[in-house]
């Protein structure tokens, strides 16, 4: 006879599950213990077993996939009501808690990270949520010093990235490419680090002169930046190729701090929880009670914060995802009609920081609902990436549909969405996420559920479509003040080899640090 007891434990900080089976009752247990070997693998199943740190230092995976945790840890009721009173930097601890080992980091000391990383934003506690008429809850993610979410994830792993390297007594060569707000938080959150050099590429004429002069304006000796005549697409693909030279990537500790890199995204699961907890009405709730349901409406272009959600659904987090775009619209054509193909071409919108068609988080994604078919997905994207089209199966596509709904909003949607909630409620909204609101104003709450929607920038960002909205704008001080600051670049032509410029780029500033003494090309020089 077998004997055998339950067990019940809560998820703590890195955790595995155990799964203990008696075969002569034909039960399964399955049981948390607290354990140091939260490990990593690559959607495209080539690579296994790695830990943060590894992922970290990383961007693409070697066999070109991207990394996810092998495991995803759930969350009960109970934790979920004991984290209600968090601030939004508790909060971040508490899910990277999860992730990275105390062996790694101590949680003394990422308490520590996390909060020097979100001390300097405008609001306290970084994050705020605006409550406006008939239920337009607006999760503001902008406070930080670029104006733009990426400020939050970024600031935090710059911080875990630093911690890295001093305490390795390492340098490493940051290469970012954006679609105008990756670049600019980038910069803002390493400049003038010792042990970090950053080069950021951006798409010329393709950004708001905000957002250029965001970059363009800081001259620190570890800043390089680049303007490229083409898309934000265009870039990645020289970029994608310099990460797959293994021999490159070891030389000179190139990584990436574009959402690829998986800090970044687990950081962003706090942006879904927070509102889950804030606005779901989970604080009513009492144990034994249904968990209430959130849905959260996102506007997406790399579908980062798309990934990041559908990685806290797998957390067993009631939410309801809402994908929205701009008139780049794979991504909603994927959602609704099982077509994950590009385009012809970029389309350049009033929301350029979305103007994206290869959204390339959504590998993830596609890994997390296939049940995590790591040769399933390499094959997939090895034909998007050689034909970019891809048809979803008809389960992959249900799966899809089901995680998540989506729409796509045309520039005269977005200003529609900005006039109204300027008339409605006296609030304004960037163009970006007034391609959330449009949602609101077309497919209104029903059945009880409450929603919340990503404010991902501030309007001070976009001027002109402000202006082509009719509304009015007060610049912020440290806006204005771009105006008159000297810039730096390098211009990246049309038809030149951008994937040797840049090997040159990095090369020519490891050696310049080898020798003590700074590069510059005539052209960029202050």
Known sequence: MCSFFWIHTLWFLSSTCIVVSCPQFAVTLTFRA???????????????GWDFRQVLFSSYAPDGGMFMPETVPTLTAERLRSWVPLSYPELVCEVLSLFIPQQLIPRTDLQGLISDALSKFAVPGAVSIAKLKDG??????????????????MTCTVRILEYFLQKESR?????????????????????????????????????????????????EDNIHVLAADGTSDDIDVPLRRLFADQHLVQLYGLMSLNSVNMARILVQLAHFLYAYLQLSGVDKTRAGDAMPSLEVVVPTGGAGNIAAGCIVKQMLVPIQLVAMVNSNDILCRAVQKGDFSMATSVKQTMAPAIDIQDPYN???????????????VKEMFEEFQRSHHLPLTEQLHKELSVAMCSGSVSDEGIVEAMRRCWEENRYLVCPHTAVAIWHHYHSPPSGGVNRCYIATASPAKFQAAV????????????VRALESKPTRYTHLQQGEDWEAQLRE????VASARARGSLFYPAEERP
């Open 34 to 48: 607290s354990c140091g070997k939260m490990r990593y693998c690559s959607t495209r199943g080539g690579t296994q």
């Open 467 to 478: 202006e082509k909205a009719g509304l009015p704008l007060e610049l912020p001080e440290e």
């Open 505 to 508: 780029r990095i090369q020519a």
């Open 362 to 376: 959504m590998e993830r994604v596609l890994w997390l609902l296939s049940g995590k078919n790591g040769p399933l």
């Open 171 to 219: 340098r490493a060569t940051v290469l970012v490419g954006t679609s105008g707000d990756t670049g600019s938080s980038a910069i803002c959150s390493a400049r003038g680090l010792q042990g970090v050099d950053m080069v950021v590429v951006f798409p010329r004429g393709r950004i708001t002169p905000v957002q250029e002069r965001q970059m363009t304006t800081h001259l």
């Open 136 to 153: 337009l809850d607006v999760l503001e993610l902008f406070h930080g010093e670029t104006l733009a979410f990426k400020d939050l994830a």
